[in-house]
């Protein structure tokens, strides 16, 4: 059954509005993620292990081809771009209503000025982009030797 966008995301939205917000009482909808600016793509889990750190981004609908990962100043970017005018349709098709998401989204993460590209390790499997970004001993910082005055 087609529903008017008067309901928003659902119609049970509106209908079981909590008072305090739905936080309160469930997850919340992806319109409210995106008013508390909570990011709706790109769920991310990072586990720490002994050498390093395990990174597993959901990217669902995404391929291998639409997902960029970028490392400049010790900050590691992921994007992922979707375009819905890559679809095949014929005339005779018409949406009556779209909720994939078309865009770019990403996701910046600090590594350390140590980590190189090289370092990373990257693999795309069933929509989860998985990393692995070993650990690196900063660089250290000499401390200044002064030179005793005498007087």
């Given at each position: 059954?087609l529903?008017p966008?008067?309901?928003g995301?659902?119609?049970?939205?509106?209908?079981?509005?909590?008072p305090?917000?739905?936080?309160?009482?469930?997850k919340?909808?992806?319109?409210?993620e995106?008013?508390?600016?909570v990011?709706?793509?790109?769920?991310?889990?990072v586990?720490?292990a002994?050498?390093g750190?395990?990174?597993?981004i959901?990217?669902?609908?995404?391929?291998?081809e639409?997902?960029?990962a970028?490392?400049?100043?010790g900050y590691l970017?992921?994007t992922?771009?979707?375009?819905?005018e890559?679809?095949q349709?014929?005339?005779k098709?018409k949406?009556?209503?779209?909720?994939?998401?078309?865009?770019q989204?990403?996701r910046?993460?600090?590594?350390?000025?140590?980590?190189?590209q090289?370092?990373?390790?990257?693999?795309f499997k069933d929509?989860?982009?998985y990393?692995?970004?070993?650990?690196?001993?900063?660089?250290?910082?000499e401390?200044?030797?002064y030179?005793?005055?005498?007087?």
């Open positions: 059954m529903m966008s008067i309901f995301e659902s119609l049970f939205d509106e209908m079981f509005r909590f305090y917000g739905m936080r309160y009482v469930s919340p909808s992806a319109s409210a995106k008013s508390a600016g990011p709706a793509f790109m769920k991310t889990d586990k720490e002994e050498n750190y395990e990174v597993a959901d990217l669902p609908g995404y391929t291998k639409d997902v960029k970028e490392l400049k100043d970017t992921i992922a771009t979707r375009n819905s890559q679809e349709t014929d005339e098709t949406y009556i209503r779209r909720e994939r998401y078309t865009g989204c990403s910046t993460f600090y590594v350390g000025e140590e980590v190189t090289e370092d990373i390790k990257a693999s929509g989860i982009l990393l692995g970004i070993p650990k690196k001993d900063k660089k250290a910082v401390e200044p030797k030179i005793p005055i005498e007087g």
